[in-house]
């Protein structure tokens, strides 16, 4: 258990941007979920304009650090060549 101030501070702060960044990961397979089942239903249409808001999260994310910048870069030249 921490005992200096700063450190209680710290262990809270952490705990408040682990949340953070865990409900926006979720949110990001929610919607990796959701085009993989718009293309497997052979929506194409929907799933154009589904993918433009993939790219912002996962921009958004990589941009906040929560995913790796390569990594972002990599589900979307993926996503992209799925739907083509």
Wanted: overall charge positive; proline content about 2%; hydrophobic content about 30%.
């Amino acid at each position: 258990m921490p005992r200096r101030r700063t450190s209680l501070k710290r262990k809270r702060v952490d705990k408040k941007r682990r949340l953070h960044n865990l409900k926006i990961k979720q949110e990001l397979k929610k919607g990796l979920k959701k085009f993989q089942a718009l293309l497997s239903t052979k929506n194409i249409n929907e799933a154009k304009a589904y993918l433009g808001k993939i790219f912002s999260k996962l921009d958004k994310a990589a941009k906040k650090r929560i995913i790796h910048p390569n990594t972002a870069r990599r589900k979307k030249s993926r996503l992209a060549k799925r739907l083509k």
